[in-house]
């Protein structure tokens, strides 16, 4: 028997074991790796689900392991939500177990785009950028997936989960203008959004933008000497006065760039802290996954010469 099976069996024994809650008892349980996953599944699932994301705010999924808590909560679920695409590197091997050999539903939603509109991965070959919520038109791919997979686990709500999923959907249409209304007031010469990795290559391709992304997609790779002088070179050369925090990445490199710029008399600016692989705090609008996009392209605008509202699309960004 291998490991993966044992560890299976050993959290299953230990889920049946715990007494069930009311609160859960008449809820579809649904285990999300990521909160904007979560997010999706809340909408669509309304009062009918009970969701949990493993991984809140400022956690980085590139380099997220499952621990003995998230295993048991994992393999009791009803389903599992997960991204796919190598987003959640350290767990891959476990979540696709889980759905082989655990008997739990587990969808990786992020895969279920067509191929075709997919980037390439930069750091793996073969593989594929897994940052899909950038662009929030591709999003709404992921959230018809997470309609279909709550449908065929509780089929007898399918109609509920239709109109709700239909109602988020027209959201995000709102949403996807509002993003491309005030990205398009960005003066074409500073389109360049410069973070600590390679999560915004979605959000260049819909937008119009170019990313550039001192480490690669992901997190577990470290920027060097050259690549650090590199950025430099570019920030200089083509006179880029604004640079942009991510939320839930180590701001060390920011600072280095930011540094070897202002040593070779270039003043660059830090343009904002912006969400790349999660969401704000929870019961914040920025904790919701219109409020993360509603905030990093209000954000982006401003900082680099576009017009956008301060309070963003619906006026909701100086709530937190």
């Known amino acids: 028997m291998n490991l993966m099976r044992r ?4 959290a299953a024994a230990i889920a049946m074991a715990l007494p069930a809650t ?21 909408n669509v699932g309304g009062d009918l689900v009970e969701v949990k994301p493993l991984m ?47 008997g739990v539903k587990a969808v990786a939603v992020g895969e279920t785009i067509p191929k075709s509109l997919l980037l390439n991965s930069q750091d793996y070959e073969g593989r594929s950028d897994p940052h899909v919520w950038m662009n929030v038109n591709l999003w709404s791919n992921v959230v018809v997936a997470v309609r ?19 109602a988020y959907l027209a959201e995000l249409s709102e949403l996807a203008q509002y993003v491309m209304r005030v990205l398009s ?11 600590a990795h390679d999560a915004f290559n979605y959000f260049g391709s819909a937008y119009g933008f170019e990313p550039v992304g001192i480490q690669g997609i992901s997190t577990d790779s470290e920027a060097g000497l050259l690549e650090i002088r590199a950025m430099v070179d570019k920030l200089v ?8 925090v991510e939320t ?3 701001d060390r490199n920011i600072q280095a760039v930011i540094e070897g710029a202002a040593a070779r008399g270039h003043e660059v600016a830090i343009g904002g802290e912006i969400f790349s692989d999660a969401m704000g705090e929870p019961g914040t609008y920025r904790g ?16 680099l010469g576009g017009e956008a509202p301060e309070g963003g699309m619906q006026g909701k960004l100086g709530d937190g």
Not at 7 to 10: D, P
Not at 185 to 195: A, D, F, G, K, L
Not at 237 to 244: L, T
């Open 22 to 42: 009311s609160a859960w008892a008449d809820k579809l349980n649904i285990i999300a790796t990521t909160s904007m996953i979560a997010d999706a599944a809340a």
């Open 56 to 102: 809140g705010p400022g956690v980085d999924p590139h380099g997220y392991r499952q621990t003995r808590t998230d295993i048991v909560a994992l393999t009791s679920a009803d389903l599992v939500l997960w991204n796919g695409l190598f987003l959640e590197a350290q767990m891959e091997e476990f979540l696709l177990g889980l759905g082989a050999e655990g």
């Open 7 to 10: 560890m299976l069996i050993a």
């Open 288 to 303: 919701t996954y219109i409020g993360m996009l509603d905030h990093n392209a209000t954000t982006i605008a401003r900082a």
């Open 185 to 195: 007031t960005v003066p074409t010469e500073s389109r360049v959004v410069v973070s």
């Open 237 to 244: 050369d083509r006179k880029i006065k604004a640079v942009f």
């Open 248 to 250: 839930s990445v180590s």
């Open 148 to 166: 279909d997979a709550m449908q065929e686990v509780d089929p007898d709500n399918a109609a509920t989960f239709q109109a709700n999923a239909d």
